[in-house]
């Protein structure tokens, strides 16, 4: 079992800046993949950021450039960060967390089993 939760959405104007926080626990073999995905409404669930613990690291067109992906490791205890700079309203959305085993190719999107609840974000023109 893994727990996920994600923290640090909130309003922000065109152009600002948020970091999202998602705590990690549980089954560390389940954590391998971590990954940032958002749903704006009326659209589909789309990934955003993914990497392996340790390894590689993959971005969205849409992301690349502008979000940072990165990982926090403390004592069994994971902290996913996602770094949101030059931020547009396209980009609002709820943003979740999502984790999936270690056998999985963390660069693919539909590889992610474990979500959390969300946090939203709203970017203002």
């Known amino acids: 079992q893994v727990q996920l939760q994600e923290s640090g959405g909130g309003s922000v104007q065109s152009g600002g800046s948020l970091r999202l926080s998602c705590a990690a626990s549980?089954?560390?073999?389940?954590?391998?993949?971590m990954a940032w995905f958002r749903q704006a409404p009326g659209k589909e669930r789309e990934g955003v950021a993914a990497?392996?613990?340790?390894?590689?690291?993959?971005?969205a067109d849409s992301a690349r450039g502008r979000f940072t992906i990165s990982l926090s490791q403390d004592n069994g205890k994971d902290t996913l960060y996602l770094e949101m700079n030059n931020l547009k309203p396209e980009d609002t959305a709820m943003y979740y967390c999502a984790s999936a085993p270690g056998y999985s190719s963390c660069v693919d999107f539909t590889v992610y089993k474990y979500w959390g609840q969300g946090t939203q974000v709203t970017v203002s023109s």
């Open positions: 990497l392996r613990v340790a390894g590689v690291r993959r971005y």
């Open positions: 549980g089954a560390v073999y389940s954590r391998n993949c």
